[in-house]
């Protein structure tokens, strides 16, 4: 997992798939920009990145 800059994490807002998937251990709500999975911590002050084969169980959200 790698630690996004603030700009990154709003354009994956933006462009990004809501979706939620288990990083860790931990199911975790974020967005599926590309390949990788972003999310944050509950007080959304670090954005994080998992790539793939860091996260499973992934599912998106419709809207």
Not at 25 to 43: C, Y
């Amino acid at each position: 997992m790698d630690v996004l800059q603030e700009d990154f994490a709003r354009s994956a807002k933006r462009q990004g798939r809501q979706a939620s998937a288990t990083v860790s251990g931990r199911r975790r709500a974020g967005f599926l920009v590309g390949n990788k999975f972003v999310f944050a911590d509950q007080g959304e002050l670090l954005w994080m990145e998992a790539g793939p084969g860091e996260f499973r169980e992934l599912r998106l959200w419709r809207k």
